[in-house]
C-alpha cells in the first residue's frame, strides 16, 4: 500500500490535495462525512471502519520514455506500473523511434580495433564475417538503448541453428559516424579476426583413410577361418610317341634321330 501526504485543500470543491511519497504524483480525495468521521476516529454507523482508497501506481509521461530509452519494453514498463498497454505504447512510440535511430547510426559506425578504427563500418565487418560463417547477414535484428552514464549500447542479434546469439557494442557518436568498440566476447569476434576464442566450438571429425581397402572385422571370441587350401593340378602322364609308317620305313625315329 502506498503511502500518501496532504499539502493542501481545494475548498470550492471540497476535495484534499494528497501527493505521493515516492513518486511525487498528486491525488484529490473528496471530504465527506465518512472521511470527517474517520478523521475524528468516529464510526460512522457502518460496518467499515477504515476508508479503502484505490491508488493506482502511475507512472508519469517522462517517466515512461526513461525506462524506455534505458531498455525496457513496453510490456515491462506496463506490468511494473500496472499502467495500460496502450497508454505506455502512446509515451514510449517516440523514445523507441530514437533508440532505433540509435542503432542505425550505430551500424554505419566503425570498428575499434587494436591497430586503430576499421575502414569498414559495423554492418559491413559483421556481415563479411557471418557470410564467412554460412549465414544470412539479413536476418540480424539490432536495438540499443542509453545507459546510465548517458552512453548508447548497442546489440545485434542473430541466429545460427537452433540458437539465438547476441552481440553487444559500446557506441560513440562523432566524426566520420563515430566508433564502435566490442563490449563483450561475441562482440569481439565478429570485428576482430585475429580474435582467439571460436564464438562456436566445432568438434573435430576423423579423416578417413581411402587408400587402404577396408578389414574385415572380427569379434574377439571367433579367428578368421583360413582360405581353402588349392592343389597345384598334376601333370597328365604321356602315352609313348608312335612313329609314322613313314618313319619305319626310312628307319627314321619319332624323335628324329636317325636309326
Known amino acids: 500500500m502506498r503511502e500518501l501526504k496532504v499539502v493542501g485543500l481545494d475548498t470550492d470543491t471540497r476535495q484534499i490535495i494528497c ?15 465518512r472521511l470527517e468521521a474517520a478523521v475524528r476516529g ?15 501506481n502511475m507512472l508519469h509521461p517522462r517517466d515512461i520514455q526513461a525506462k524506455i530509452r534505458s ?20 509515451f514510449a512510440h517516440p523514445v523507441l523511434l530514437e533508440r532505433a535511430r540509435a542503432a542505425e547510426l550505430a551500424s554505419a559506425a566503425h570498428p575499434v580495433l587494436p591497430d586503430g578504427p576499421s575502414v569498414l563500418t559495423l ?11 554460412g549465414l544470412d547477414p539479413e536476418a540480424t535484428a539490432w536495438d540499443a538503448w542509453r545507459n546510465e552514464d548517458g552512453r548508447w549500447t548497442v546489440q545485434m542479434g542473430w541466429a ?14 562523432g566524426a566520420h559516424g563515430g566508433t564502435v568498440t566490442a563490449f563483450d566476447d561475441a562482440a569481439h569476434e565478429l570485428i576482430d579476426p585475429n580474435f582467439a576464442r571460436p564464438l562456436r566450438p566445432l568438434t573435430p571429425v576423423a579423416q578417413l583413410s581411402l587408400d587402404e581397402p577396408d578389414m574385415p572385422l572380427t569379434t574377439p571370441t571367433e579367428a578368421p577361418e583360413p582360405p581353402p587350401t588349392i592343389k597345384p593340378p598334376r601333370p597328365k602322364k604321356g ?4 612313329p609314322a609308317w613313314e618313319d619305319v620305313l626310312l628307319g627314321v625315329r619319332s624323335s628324329g634321330g636317325q636309326s
Open 42 to 56: 468516529e464510526h460512522t454507523g457502518s460496518s467499515q471502519t477504515a476508508i479503502d482508497v484505490e491508488v493506482p
Open 160 to 173: 545460427a541453428g537452433r540458437s539465438e546469439l547476441q552481440a553487444h557494442f559500446r557506441f560513440a557518436p
Open 71 to 90: 531498455g525496457a519494453s513496453i510490456q515491462q514498463v506496463a506490468t511494473a506500473s500496472g499502467a495500460s498497454i496502450s497508454r505506455v505504447e502512446r
Open 239 to 242: 602315352r609313348p610317341a608312335v
Open 123 to 133: 554492418r559491413e565487418t559483421v556481415s563479411t564475417e557471418l557470410v564467412a560463417r
Open 19 to 33: 501527493e505521493s511519497n515516492d513518486s511525487g504524483e498528486q491525488f484529490a480525495l473528496y471530504s465527506d462525512a
